[in-house]
C-alpha cells in the first residue's frame, strides 16, 4: 500500500519554464512533507518542507503547496534550469507508536528533465 | 560541518558472502535511517537507530540488521547475499527525537555478482 504516490515517474520540461511535480498521500496523520532532488549515484538532497499548518513555504525558484483537503501536495520551480534535472522524491512524515517517535514515508520519485 | 560519510563507497561480493556498511552522521545528529534504493523501486526503508537503539523497521528480511555506537556512527550488516541485493544502499542522518529533516551521505553500490 502505497501511502505517498507520485503518479508521474517522469517530466520534461523546456529551460525557463515552470516545473511542477506532483505527490498524493493518503494517510491524514501526515503532517509534515519534505521535497528531496537525487541525482544518479548521490544521495538525496534535502530541498524544502511544509508543515500540515502552512499551505504555501517558499524558497527561491521553489515552492511548495499543500491541499489538505484533496491530500495532494506540489512543488513548483520556476524558472527550470537545466541543472534541475533530476529524480525529485516526496516524502510525508507522521506520528508513530508512542512518543517522539516519527515515520518518513517515500514516495517512488519523479524524474524531471529541464531540456535547454 | 561535515555531511554524512558513507564506506566504502563501491562494493563488489558474490552470494552467500556478508557484508558490512559504515556511515558516519553530522556531528550532533543522533538518528540514523538507513534505505536500499533499486531502479524503479524508489527509497525502501530499512531501519533507523537513535541513541543506539532500533526506533523503526521497514519489511525486510532477518539477513539485514544494523546496529549504532555510542558515537552515533552505524553499521549496517548483510548477511548471505543474494543477487537481488545489489542496489544502492543510503544514510541519512537527522538531529534527533523527531526524526524530521533527513541529510543523506552518498551511499554505497554494492554490486553481488
Known amino acids: 500500500d502505497q501511502q505517498v504516490k507520485q503518479n508521474s515517474p517522469s517530466l520534461s520540461v523546456q529551460e525557463g519554464r515552470i516545473s511542477i511535480l506532483n505527490c498524493d498521500y493518503t494517510?491524514?496523520?501526515?503532517?509534515?512533507f519534505l521535497w528531496y532532488k537525487k541525482y544518479p549515484a548521490e544521495g538525496p538532497t534535502f530541498l524544502i518542507s511544509i508543515s500540515s499548518i502552512k499551505d504555501k513555504n517558499e524558497d527561491g525558484r521553489f515552492t511548495v503547496f499543500l491541499n489538505k483537503s484533496a491530500k495532494h501536495l506540489s512543488l513548483h520551480i520556476v524558472p527550470s534550469q537545466p541543472g534541475d534535472s533530476a529524480v525529485y522524491f516526496c516524502a510525508a512524515s507522521a506520528p508513530y507508536n508512542a512518543g517522539n517517535n516519527r515515520k518518513l514515508i517515500w514516495g517512488l520519485g519523479t524524474s524531471l528533465a529541464v531540456n535547454p | 560541518k561535515a555531511g554524512v560519510t558513507q564506506t566504502p563507497r563501491y562494493l563488489i561480493k558474490t552470494r552467500g558472502q556478508q557484508v558490512t556498511l559504515s556511515c558516519s552522521p553530522i556531528s550532533g545528529h543522533r538518528s540514523v535511517s538507513w534505505y536500499q534504493q533499486t531502479p524503479g523501486q524508489g527509497l525502501q526503508f530499512l531501519f533507523e537507530y537513535f541513541s543506539e537503539t532500533q526506533r523503526n523497521k521497514g519489511n525486510f528480511p532477518g539477513r539485514f540488521s544494523g546496529r549504532q555506537f555510542s558515537n552515533s556512527r552505524s553499521e549496517m550488516n548483510v548477511s548471505t547475499l543474494e543477487l537481488g541485493d545489489s542496489a544502492l544502499y543510503l544514510c541519512?542522518?537527522?538531529?534527533?527525537?523527531?526524526?524530521?529533516?533527513?541529510?543523506f551521505g552518498p551511499g554505497t553500490r554494492l554490486l553481488v555478482l
Open positions: 494517510n491524514s496523520m501526515f503532517d509534515y
Open positions: 541519512a542522518s537527522s538531529l534527533g527525537e523527531r526524526q524530521e529533516t533527513q541529510y
